[in-house]
């Protein structure tokens, strides 16, 4: 077995804690990702990979009313002078900004092929061509004054600058995303006019609140248009915090095809859904029968977006097609909001609108200020070479005999006409040409007009006031070049209420058509098609008959009533069909063999109901409290053995008429029963032998009705003689009152 041998030290050896050195490694990876890659500068609204590829392309001279250069001879001058990693990258990232659709201000004006909406790539870096846009000038104008700090490039080479002047509200305009370590950012991009408005009302007013600034940015405005959903108040809250996210819808209409039928026609989809997968998606749906209300789908775009959407029938409400489709695909998206940027370009912080905003206007001041130093600096160059120039023109043949008789001219002229080094190498630099031009009018007068503007902007430096409205004014002129009355300027998003969230997309996805529901005396079910009379010719089994028949419709819940107490819930859409005997309703509900369904009808969601028991006790229950989910019910009367449940009636009026086994009736007020959710109830009627055999809900100004064997309806309004109180026997009913001791239908 081979001895290790230690490698003889180069140099001193230095122990190192492993957890210290990753904690430390990391931590610089992690700022190298925040600073410098993932997220934007609050002032530029810039990443560094962006910052680099303008000012690349302002170097290389590609003006907007310039001529395109290859985009390979871009992304090569970034890699080699500023940005040194992968060239597909800063490709990716070039063709970004070009996209019309996914930049709401595209700073790169491409020609060639850049992409489109339904996610194709862009042509290779050495087929198409660029130059920067009036957007991309706004940000890099007034680079060349000394308005912003320049440092040295990666390879020490060049110079690179730390953020652009930014004359333009670049960051929440263009939005940006990215990833960071433990930190992310994502904001959509907004309408530059209303920034221009907000940030000018904030000049005016440094302590608006959020409120009164989304007065004037209602809401983002996405490249792609599209309908933001988003109630206000969250609107508000999200650009007061700098976190939250907007509902956005796709833009459509309904175009009507002859004969009653329409199409739905799709003409803007949410931000950053790409069509062709959009398209996949509900083509996928559909094939999964989840968009029963829609037929087809095709696309019909050309320039502009158009997706037809036919509807299976002409009898399908658009807004319920249009809703469901919203429910289950990217037709709706929800954009996040998360302001994550650089403040102060040092800083990672979350922050609101109102900052974003204060934070832009701070560094335009800056860069104002900046500006006249260097304007004033070089006013004062010139000034002190006119002085000379004019001390020159004064004295030209002296001027001449010294510049060609003495040694040292320039110490000479510097000591005859008391001038300054630079007055002295300028009039040295002169050229014999410009003596021609040399007159004293000229001279003086561009001393005097230089001289104004020195006084001008020594004062605009001195007064704070005088700068802000200078920055106003320079607002005005860039929402007036990108305002609404432009193609790239109208806002492309609308507003709308958020939709009604109560609405049963389930039952509108579901075709409404007519049905009977039949269900026998042994528990059988089926649903007939149409409205269909209750002694139709129907078919049961041998010893079975007809127990009740409800008229309802497809998209109807069906509620049953069990002698156990318990209601169940069954669909409408989902009952057998009318051929045969049906099926088994046990096989649907569970329900033991012991027990029996008692009624059945049509759920009517806010109505109330009066159950009780055959042991006299009953209180009234909210229909919408006896929907059942599941199939094993809801426990709602709680009855005990050998009693049963037997009544459950619509409690709509002001009177309750109980009867009992032994004939007896007995009428009291409605307001005299408890409504509970669950529970036993109080007792409706007392007994001495039998129980409870039906009860019903009236009004007393109309009388009592009951419907005979003989199907007569009959109708008694004096009860005097059966009206009490609450769990008294009662008396025998009037004349003609039924041998069966039953009102009739109770639905």
């Not at 796709?250 to 069509?275: D, F, L, M, N």
Request: aromatic letters at 6%; glycine letters at 8%; a neutral charge.
């Amino acid at each position: 077995m081979s001895k290790k041998t230690i490698p003889p030290a180069s140099g001193p050896i230095e122990p190192v804690n492993l957890r210290d050195a990753l904690e430390d490694r990391y931590l610089a990876y992690a700022l190298s990702t925040i600073m410098h890659r993932a997220l934007p500068d609050v002032r530029d609204g810039l990443k560094p990979v962006h910052r680099r590829l303008l000012y690349a392309m302002r170097q290389l001279k590609l003006d907007p009313d310039g001529g395109f250069k290859k985009c390979a001879r871009v992304v090569g001058d970034v890699i080699g002078k500023y940005h040194p990693h992968g060239e597909q990258a800063i490709y990716d990232a070039m063709v970004r900004l070009a996209q019309d659709f996914a930049v709401r201000y595209p700073l790169v004006d491409g020609q060639g092929n850049f992409g489109n909406i339904d996610g194709d790539n862009a042509a290779a870096m050495r087929y198409t061509e660029a130059r920067l846009t009036e957007v991309a000038n706004a940000l890099l104008d007034t680079i060349d004054e000394d308005t912003v700090d320049f440092r040295d490039t990666y390879d020490g080479e060049d110079k690179e600058p730390v953020v652009l002047p930014a004359n333009f509200p670049n960051l929440l305009a263009n939005g940006a995303s990215g990833i960071a370590v433990g930190m992310a950012t994502n904001i959509p991009p907004h309408n530059a006019a209303e920034l221009c408005d907000a940030a000018l009302h904030l000049i005016k007013h440094p302590n608006a609140t959020a409120d009164k600034l989304v007065s004037f940015v209602p809401g983002p405005d996405f490249p792609t248009g599209g309908i933001v959903i988003e109630p206000r108040e969250s609107i508000v809250e999200a650009y007061k915090t700098g976190r939250g996210g907007f509902r956005v819808r796709a833009r459509w209409e309904k175009e009507s095809t002859g004969r009653g039928g329409y199409q739905i026609v799709v003409t803007e989809i949410p931000y950053q859904v790409q069509k062709s997968r959009l398209i996949e998606k509900i083509a996928d749906l559909m094939q999964q029968k989840k968009l029963p209300l829609l037929g087809d789908i095709r696309d019909e775009s050309a320039e502009e977006v158009r997706l037809v959407l036919e509807p299976k029938s002409r009898t399908v409400d658009p807004d319920m097609l249009m809703e469901s489709l919203f429910r289950l695909s990217d037709l709706e998206t929800r954009i996040p909001l998360n302001m994550n940027v650089l403040s102060r370009g040092k800083v990672p912080n979350v922050i609101g609108l109102r900052q974003v905003l204060r934070e832009w206007l701070e560094h335009r001041k800056e860069v104002l200020v900046r500006r006249l130093n260097h304007r004033l600096g070089k006013i004062e160059h010139r000034l002190e070479v006119l002085g000379g120039y004019l001390v020159a023109y004064l004295n030209l043949d002296e001027v001449i005999r010294i510049i060609r008789e003495e040694d040292e001219p320039k110490k000479e002229l510097m000591k005859t006409f008391s001038l300054s080094d630079v007055q002295a190498e300028a009039i040295l630099n002169m050229r014999l040409r410009s003596l021609r031009k040399l007159e004293e009018m000229e001279i003086r007068r561009e001393h005097e007009a230089l001289t104004a503007e020195r006084k001008e902007i020594k004062a605009l430096l001195k007064s704070e006031d005088k700068q802000w409205r200078r920055i106003a004014d320079e607002l005005k002129q860039v929402k007036k070049k990108f305002g609404p009355d432009t193609e790239l300027g109208r806002r492309r998003s609308g507003f709308a209420d958020a939709p009604d969230t109560d609405i049963d997309i389930a039952s509108a996805m579901i075709e409404k058509e007519p049905i009977t529901v039949v269900l026998s005396e042994k528990g059988w079910i089926r649903a007939l098609r149409g409205h269909t009379e209750a002694d139709a010719n129907l078919q049961f089994k041998k010893g079975d008959r007809l127990k009740r028949a409800v008229r309802a419709y497809t998209t109807d819940a069906l509620v049953l009533f069990a002698t156990n107490g318990k209601f169940f819930t069954l669909a409408g859409d989902k009952l057998p069909g009318g051929r045969g005997h049906g099926e088994p309703v046990r096989l649907m509900i569970e329900l033991e063999e012991n027990h029996d369904i008692v009624e059945m009808f049509v759920n009517t969601p806010g109505r109330k109901l009066l159950v009780a028991a055959t042991s006299g006790h009953g209180f009234v229950v909210g229909e919408d409290d006896v929907v059942a989910m599941t199939r094993k019910g809801k426990q709602v009367l709680n009855v005990s053995p050998p009693f049963e449940a037997a009544v459950c009636t619509p409690a709509q009026g002001d009177m309750v008429a109980v009867v009992g086994d032994n004939r007896k009736l007995l009428c009291f007020p409605l307001e005299q029963v408890n409504e509970m959710a669950r529970g036993r109830g109080v007792r409706l009627q007392r007994y001495k032998d039998g129980g409870l055999s039906d009860a019903k809900v009236f009004t007393g100004k109309e009388g009592l009705t009951w419907v005979d064997t003989s199907r007569r309806t009959w109708t008694v309004t004096d009860l005097s003689e059966w009206t009490g109180t609450r769990a008294q026997a009662g008396r025998l009913p009037p004349k003609g009152f039924t041998k069966t001791n039953k009102f009739g239908p109770a639905f």
